[in-house]
């Protein structure tokens, strides 16, 4: 994951001391970690009579390009001098960061920063600039929680446009919710849904010689199997990975979807779970869904470049009364996994023999996320609990003896009614941690709703 490109002004009174301005404005910029943040900073901008000072800011911030612009409010200062500075950047999120005075002698010394802040932030509201609004008080730590989750929400949105996401047929099952409206998606996300035909890939899987397979066989050594698989199936689950992986890369692809039970295991009579596995581990910075599911790449692609995660898709088996149990009948990125990665060759219901992807998932806390259209607006559903192990399960229709598949038990923190009403897929992207004030600032930055 890149690092965050953000902009930083800082901004006081002309009749404060320039000394204070410049040292609070330092000590703020050095609380920001490196292994975060590339800045791009401007000196300090005071109400001068001329607007110079202003001028000369924004004229040194134009020439970079950033997620995010850190308004840096150091003491107070009228609202045009900021305005100035920032008009020009309307477009892109900022954080309105209110410093604070220190002790000094046995008494508080301030420069009246949340003066500056407060006349600030409704005229900010009201000319439409999306932003979050931090403070921080005397002798306490800067806000760097607040800041982080808001800064990596701007990294997401601006990785967002422009991405590009393969799709390799449509309409898996005739399903209704994984179909997309494509213009709507461009134009507010700045997502691009390219197809691709099945029998693209079916041509490549042919054409491909020992040596463009040999690393990806190798990466099989590592996997711990349950049984020795047919010859046949890892030459097939060794060919799609190499047809999809040069596909990608071709193409630029930064996830992928693909027509799973109606197209693969129907038309090439194997099972995709271990090529996707193996996708995965050679890439792994690709997202993958299963049956053309085109938000749930599109959750998939944001909750990555929110987190730094890879963030597998599941899907509903079992709703309790305080949770749900949550798995995937194909595959999980081995990034998520829980000990080596472990395969099984199997089969389901009349398709050939493939390999299974039978890993244990991390547990802990988690955010199940979704993104959602109806209505004409899109809008992000997401929902924390705890990831445990699951219990003894099994779904019926597997060859015997049935596996146990990726799954975990979640237990969630608010009452599964709410969760029942506003469920939006059966296909929910996982992300460690509780991640809902990065995707609340995401959705103000983006215009979604939050479910």
């Not at 930083?8 to 943040?37: D, K, Y």
């Not at 840096?72 to 410093?99: E, Q």
């Amino acid at each position: 994951m890149r690092k965050i490109k953000a902009g930083f002004v800082g901004f006081g009174e002309i009749n404060t001391p320039r000394e204070l301005i410049e040292r609070l404005c330092r000590e703020a910029r050095a609380q920001l970690p490196a292994s975060e943040f590339e800045v791009f900073e401007t000196a300090p901008v005071s109400d001068d009579p001329g607007g110079c000072e202003a001028q000369r800011a924004g004229a040194e911030l134009s020439r970079h390009d950033f997620d995010v612009l850190l308004v840096c409010i150091a003491g107070w200062i009228p609202s045009h001098a900021v305005l100035d500075v920032i008009d020009r950047f309307r477009h892109r999120p900022l954080v309105l960061w209110g410093l604070a005075g220190w002790q000094e002698g046995g008494r508080l010394i301030t420069t009246a920063p949340q003066a500056g802040t407060t006349a600030l932030r409704h005229p900010l509201s009201e000319m439409g600039f999306k932003f979050e609004y931090v403070t921080q008080a005397p002798g306490g730590p800067a806000p760097l929680p607040a800041i982080l989750d808001f800064a990596r929400a701007a990294r997401a949105a601006a990785m967002l446009r422009g991405a590009r996401i393969g799709q390799m047929g449509y309409r898996d099952m005739n399903l209704y919710g994984t179909m997309f409206d494509g213009v709507s998606l461009r134009g507010r996300l700045g997502v691009e849904v390219e197809f691709f035909e099945m029998l693209e890939i079916a041509r490549a899987m042919e054409s491909c010689g020992a040596e463009d397979l040999a690393a990806l066989r190798a990466r099989l050594q590592a996997w711990e199997f349950t049984r020795p698989a047919q010859p046949a199936t890892l030459e097939n689950t060794i060919r799609l990975c190499w047809a999809l992986q040069r596909k990608i890369r071709e193409r630029g692809y930064q996830a992928l979807s693909f027509k799973d039970v109606d197209g693969v295991k129907k038309f090439f009579q194997f099972a995709p779970a271990g090529a996707l596995t193996l996708l995965h581990d050679a890439n792994p910075d690709i997202c993958t869904i299963p049956e053309n599911d085109t938000l749930g790449a599109v959750t998939q692609l944001l909750a990555r470049d929110l987190t730094g995660q890879a963030c597998a898709y599941l899907e509903f088996y079992d709703f309790f009364d305080n949770g749900v149990l949550m798995g995937v009948p194909d595959y999980v990125p081995p990034q998520v996994v829980d000990g080596p990665v472990r395969v099984t060759p199997t089969a389901f219901g009349g398709f050939g023999e493939g390999l299974l992807n039978v890993s244990r998932i991390k547990t802990g806390p988690a955010t199940l996320i979704r993104l959602a259209h109806a209505g004409g607006r899109y809008g992000l559903h997401a929902v924390c609990g705890n990831a445990v192990p699951p219990p003894a399960w099994e779904e019926a229709g597997w060859q015997p003896p049935a596996p146990q598949l990726p799954s975990l038990r979640i237990d969630f923190e608010t009452p599964m009614s709410a969760f029942q009403e506003r469920v939006m897929s059966q296909h929910y992207i996982l992300a460690y941690g509780d991640q809902r004030r990065a995707l609340r600032g995401l959705a103000r930055i983006l215009d979604l709703d939050m479910l």
